[in-house]
């Protein structure tokens, strides 16, 4: 596939931004170094750049007159992983590198902005959202806690996620359920330790806890609804004993994930249900601290449907996948679109580097030019004069 023409110049820029973000990672809301090369890139192009959003969040503004407004967003954080790879830009940091994208989201959002802060053609504003933390921390969550749909109104908002697998050229976009919400919980068991030979004199936590962790993974199989996608793991076991000591505590750690609140509701309720019958059943303490995270995200249907058409105008109908099932990761930008309308989309990454969130990933810079092409097109789409 011939990839979507862009100014050589442009191209360059932002491989060059990529990999020197790429090479120094910044954790959530940590990403000081990033905000300062974004808000220097956006004045350079003569925007007006507001810093310190939540923290290290830079939002950008271009005006083109009266208009609409609409947002698009990029998140900028890294992730606590040592890096394999023995490219040139490697990070420079020990355990943390950009093994989601971000990087690569970030460079192409900027090369998109460069861009349209040249355009005469178009009407309403355009704010560029680089946001922090959106790996764990709800970044998201924190720009709407701080005012920031108060301080930046817009219409609707926009954002893209690169897809390891999927082919550079190709997007996926679709209305309605997009990701699954993310929630976690930390169990503690707590029984009564001694000496392994003497399990009589003792109240045994590991034993309780492998019920427990027997029993959580037969919530999704028998209390969900088969039609409704979820997921239960359990992550961590943890506990101190040897191999002749049977430990006081034992502790789980894991996750859950639904498309439907319904499910998500049930799977937090079954978890508790279930570990008031195990501190029952093998007379131990059970503590259950269930953490909710990001809701699923959903993409509303007019502005899911235009998005589509304007992916369709940078690499064609055939390259664009409509119809397919929701992906179980999730992602904080879910928070933004229960405030607002808006679009998820994921774009072609191929089957350079490793998967998403491993040591081996790295984002494929041949994507560049079909990301940049596809926020121009998608602002063109709800800015173009004679948009609908």
Known sequence: MTAPLVDTEVINAVTAWRRDIHAHPEMAFCENRTAALVAEQL???????????????????????EGPTIALRADMDALPINEANSVDYKSTHDDCMHACGHDGHTAMLLGAAKLLSKRTDLVGKLLF????????????????????????????????????GLPVGEFRVRAGPLLASFDKFDINITGKGGHGAMPDQCKDPILAASGLATELNTIVSRDVDPGSAAVVTVGQFLAEGTYNVIPDVATLKGSCRAIEPE??????????????GVATSFDVAVECNFQRGYPALKNSLVESDRVGNALDRV??????????????????????????????????????????????????????????????????????????
């Open 43 to 65: 004045a350079s192009f003569g925007m007006t750049v507001s810093t310190g959003i939540a923290t290290t969040g830079v939002v950008g503004e271009l005006h083109f007159g």
């Open 263 to 276: 499910a998500r509701a049930n799977i937090e309720q079954r978890i508790k249900r279930i570990c008031e």
């Open 129 to 164: 959202i680089f946001q922090p933390a959106e790996e764990n921390e709800g970044g998201a969550r924190e720009m709407i806690a701080q005012g920031a749909l108060d301080r930046f109104p817009f219409d609707s908002i926009y954002a893209l996620h690169n897809m390891p």
């Open 315 to 388: 690499v064609g109908a055939e390259n664009v996948g409509r119809t397919f099932d929701p992906l179980m990761g999730s992602e904080d930008f879910a928070f933004f679109l229960q405030k607002k309308p808006g679009c998820y989309f994921l774009i072609g990454n191929g089957d350079h580097g490793g998967p998403l969130h491993s040591s081996t990933y790295d984002f494929c810079d041949a994507a560049t030019p079909y990301g940049i092409a596809a926020w121009v097109s998608i602002a063109e789409e709800f800015l173009g004069k004679g948009a609908e």
